[in-house]
């Protein structure tokens, strides 16, 4: 009797290491755990009156648009791309940002977080830091970059944005010292 009782543990151990195991290979290959973020789904692309301004790229009929509901992990040096909006009524930023419902100037330092960095609004009207080009500035975080949604009219039909952007302001760009005709630049950024 008392190896079939030895026999129950060791069964049910197995089963548990076999369950977790199984869990974490799942979760990695989900995109959870390790930093990781994969694209969720794929969004057919929709054309129409993209304005290009800012070097938007501008959906294409057919074309799958990677959407991601995740961003890498918020570190105090994350690397991020800093893209180019406008957030002015009329723009290239769609509608009025998510945060306050509002529209704000290019001589504002506001910017536009991917989906996962967004984090259901989490970080509305927080100060973050942005450096690139060895120079820093704080700007406000107003509104979504969707990771998600896209190629419609409230998306200026362009497609989902990448997991790791920071769209940003003219403000931001000319603090930074930077130059808004190349569009994309690699900076890092941390919440402050």
């Known amino acids: 009797m008392a190896t ?28 959870h755990g390790l930093g990781m973020c994969h694209a969720s789904g794929y969004l057919p692309g929709k054309s129409g009156n993209c304005d290009p301004i800012n070097q938007s790229d501008c959906c294409k009929d057919g074309k799958q648009y990677p959407q991601y509901r995740c961003s890498p992990p918020v570190t105090s040096s994350t690397k991020a791309v800093l893209t180019l909006n406008s957030f002015e009524k009329g723009k290239d930023g769609g509608g009025p940002s998510e945060c306050d419902n509002s529209y704000h100037s290019d001589e504002e330092k506001v910017v536009a ?7 259901n609004m989490a970080r509305c009207s927080h100060q973050i830091k942005i450096t690139a080009n060895g120079k820093s500035v704080y700007a406000k975080v107003v509104d979504e970059c969707d990771s998600v949604y896209g190629c419609d009219e409230d998306h200026n039909f362009e497609p989902p944005c990448h997991n790791n952007i920071v769209d940003a302001s003219p403000a931001v760009w000319n603090a930074l010292g930077l130059d808004q005709n190349i569009g994309t630049v690699d900076i890092t950024w941390s919440d402050e």
Do not use: C, D, E, K
């Open 4 to 31: 079939s009782r030895a026999v129950v543990p060791m069964a049910a151990i197995f089963l548990l290491v076999a369950f977790s195991t199984s869990r974490v290979a799942s979760s990695l290959r989900h995109g």
């Open 113 to 119: 977080l991917s989906t996962g960095w967004f984090n």
